[in-house]
């Protein structure tokens, strides 16, 4: 009977052991990179408990604007330490001596480090070139002067360019192929999402040591530098964006208190964002939740009479701008008196320059009784009902789109309200159901502009490789469908100028520019009310200079008292500052 327990116990400790060598042969041989579900990479791990690193460069791609300079981060000269220091008797004084840093103040530093560290970090006192020389010229053990890369404090178009995070079942779920450990960023939104295969690290660049259980050296005091010296990656994704002009006209939006909206800049010769500023800003304490997350210029909003344009271009088409043909500007759009905004008779040309809504509802109406489908066909042709943002096929990714989080606009949502002509008088002045983001507004104004060609708006002009080749470029592509005409385009460049011209007219204010603005006001009803008052919408959209366009311009201010959160101030001073740019005068 013993015999048999006996051979009972050898064999569930064999099996015992086999389990356990089988274990062991997992982690130790098999699986060392990718242990369990959570990919754990066991090499790694085992290597952090025996050493400590500081990591120069996280590896991951980085955003730069069109000339170049980072946009979320910095490199910087700085100087490392490492806490063995304190241990050993280093020439702190001649250190002291090259930086201008207090003796005392190094041997703080080191005293109270328990990993190695930029000297002044978060806010690290930057070397010369000169003294970075004298610093490595010296070879003490655990001092460096390197370069080394940190994330910027304030990210210029922070919602353009969008958050990363750490989220490993994300991370799985997009690149269940890849072998990447589960703190690898990826990105949340903005561009940092739409880019993210391109931008994800091939490994970290950082100076590593090993220590002991009680934080000594353990193999003496050699450092080592760990890099994946790959000359391709970290790629970094070349931005249309101005860093100088973003963080102006940041400053001008926050100048002028725009708690919901901002602004839309756009170069009309290739049709890219040069600047596109988003209120509310991105909570720091809680940057994944709330609305600051959000690019308000990529959402839809209610436009009011902006889409007059749309309006406008139809009617010219269809032979309904007769110069001679008064509308009584007296009367509202329900033929009620208009006693606040009472013009009088206008024609056509002047009902534009001063925003008649009776004007626009009439002919809205004319146009839905030729066709129903007029008023929306006009507006794709004018970009503002499709994405505008640059989508196509690249590299190994089809249909790949540079701004995923683009709202498409509208005209109208149910047959029904297509086909009703009081609907349609108020599709005409931009209220009931017309919706369009404040990028394809800027959009449709740089079409007018160019005489009718509509393009793809461009927030990325290409990838680059680490060395400095193209890996993708993005080139400038046309809209597909139709377009307005040039004869069309010319006629609407000269409404939106006389907007300007007109002493009546809603844009007078922008009259005395350094230079010639053309566009069009808007002021939409929201159906929101604060204390019993409505709030609106406000708008000013337009290109210039009239003669040579260069810009194309959107400031929206977006849930505001009628009598308060104009946008015209915020408009002229962004004119004024881009003529001091282009004059050189800045």
């Known amino acids: 009977m013993w015999r048999k327990r006996a051979i009972g116990w050898l064999f569930i400790s064999l099996i015992g052991l086999m389990f356990l060598l089988g274990r062991l042969m997992q982690i130790q041989l098999f699986e060392t990179e990718t242990f369990s579900k959570h990919n754990v990479n066991l090499l790694e791990e085992s290597v952090k408990q025996r050493t400590q690193e500081l990591v120069i460069d996280n590896g991951r791609g980085n955003f730069l604007d069109?000339?170049?300079?980072?946009?979320?981060?910095?490199?910087?000269s700085v100087l490392v330490l490492f806490p063995f220091l304190k241990k050993m008797d280093w020439k702190v004084?001649?250190?002291?001596?090259?930086?201008?840093?207090?003796?005392?103040?190094?041997?703080?530093?080191?005293?109270?480090?328990?990993?190695?560290?930029?000297?002044?970090?978060?806010?690290?006192?930057?070397?010369?070139?000169?003294?970075?020389?004298?610093?490595?010229?010296?070879?003490?053990?655990?001092?460096?002067a390197i370069e080394k890369k940190f994330e910027r404090k304030e990210v210029p178009a922070e919602q353009l360019i969008g958050l990363t995070g750490e989220n490993a079942k994300e991370l799985q779920k997009r690149y269940p192929n890849k072998e990447l450990s589960e703190k690898t960023l990826i990105g949340v939104s903005g561009l940092e999402e739409s880019f993210d295969e391109?931008?994800?690290?091939?490994?970290?660049?950082?100076?590593?040591?090993?220590?002991?259980?009680?934080g000594a050296p353990l193999f003496g005091i050699n450092v080592k530098y760990v890099d994946p010296a790959n000359p391709y990656y970290p790629v970094n994704v070349r931005t249309t964006i101005d860093k100088s002009l973003q963080q102006k006209a940041e400053q001008l939006v926050d100048k002028y208190q725009i708690k919901k909206g901002g602004l839309v800049l756009l170069d009309i010769q290739d049709n890219s964002v040069l600047a596109m500023v988003s209120r509310p800003t991105i909570n720091e304490k809680d940057p994944y939740n709330g609305t600051g997350i959000t690019n308000i210029m990529l959402k839809q909003q209610i436009m009011g009479s902006v889409f007059k344009t749309v309006v406008a271009a139809a009617s010219i088409d269809q032979n309904l701008d007769d110069p001679t043909r008064q509308f009584d500007c007296s009367?509202?759009?329900?033929?009620?008196?208009?006693?606040?905004?009472?013009?009088?008779?206008?024609?056509?040309?002047?009902?534009?320059?001063?925003?008649?809504?009776?004007?626009?509802?009439?002919?809205?109406?004319?146009?839905?009784?030729?066709?129903?489908?007029?008023?929306?066909?006009?507006?794709?042709?004018?970009?503002?009902?499709?994405?505008?943002?640059?989508?196509?096929?690249?590299?190994?990714?089809?249909?790949?789109?540079?701004?995923?989080?683009?709202?498409?606009?509208?005209?109208?949502?149910?047959d029904e309200a297509r086909k009703d002509s009081n609907f349609a008088a108020m599709s005409g002045i931009?209220?009931?159901?017309?919706?369009?983001?404040p990028l394809a507004v800027a959009n449709m104004m740089a079409t007018?502009?160019?005489?009718?060609?509509?393009?793809?708006?461009?927030?990325?002009?290409?990838?680059?490789?680490?060395?400095?080749?193209?890996?993708?470029?993005f080139n400038e592509k046309d809209i597909?469908?139709?377009?307005?005409?040039?004869?069309?385009?010319?006629?609407?460049?000269?409404?939106?100028?006389?907007?300007?011209?007109?002493?009546?007219?809603?844009?007078?204010?922008?009259?005395?520019?350094?230079?010639?603005?053309?566009?069009?006001?808007?002021?939409?009803?929201?159906?929101?009310?604060?204390?019993?008052?409505?709030?609106?919408?406000?708008?000013?959209?337009?290109?210039?200079?009239?003669?040579?366009?260069?810009?194309?311009?959107?400031?929206?201010?977006?849930?505001?008292?009628?009598?308060?959160?104009?946008?015209n101030l915020l408009f002229a001073d962004m004119v004024k500052m881009l003529y001091e740019k282009d004059k050189g005068m800045e």
């Open 93 to 144: 004084n001649q250190v002291a001596d090259i930086t201008g840093i207090p003796v005392n103040f190094l041997k703080n530093a080191v005293t109270g480090a328990k990993k190695p560290f930029a000297y002044g970090d978060p806010e690290p006192v930057e070397l010369t070139s000169a003294q970075m020389e004298k610093i490595n010229a010296l070879k003490i053990p655990g001092v460096f």
């Open 66 to 76: 069109r000339n170049g300079t980072m946009l979320t981060h910095k490199t910087m």
């Open 448 to 473: 007018i502009a160019r005489g009718g060609k509509k393009e793809m708006v461009r927030a990325v002009s290409k990838i680059e490789y680490k060395n400095g080749t193209t890996m993708v470029d």
């Open 480 to 567: 597909k469908g139709g377009t307005i005409s040039p004869y069309t385009a010319m006629k609407l460049q000269k409404l939106l100028r006389e907007v300007v011209l007109n002493p009546n007219g809603t844009g007078r204010w922008f009259k005395d520019l350094p230079f010639e603005v053309a566009g069009k006001s808007g002021t939409a009803e929201t159906g929101k009310y604060k204390d019993g008052k409505q709030l609106h919408n406000k708008w000013f959209a337009g290109y210039f200079p009239y003669q040579n366009p260069k810009y194309a311009l959107v400031a929206v201010n977006l849930d505001v008292l009628d009598s308060e959160g104009g946008v």
């Open 430 to 437: 931009g209220q009931h159901e017309v919706r369009s983001t």
């Open 198 to 214: 391109f931008l994800l690290p091939e490994g970290k660049s950082k100076l590593v040591y090993h220590v002991d259980g009680g």
């Open 331 to 414: 009367k509202k759009i329900n033929g009620k008196p208009e006693l606040k905004y009472n013009y009088g008779m206008l024609n056509f040309s002047d009902s534009f320059a001063r925003s008649c809504n009776r004007t626009f509802g009439e002919l809205a109406r004319e146009l839905q009784k030729m066709n129903p489908n007029l008023l929306e066909e006009y507006a794709a042709k004018l970009s503002l009902t499709g994405s505008v943002g640059w989508q196509g096929d690249i590299y190994h990714t089809s249909d790949f789109k540079q701004l995923p989080d683009e709202d498409t606009g509208r005209v109208f949502v149910s």
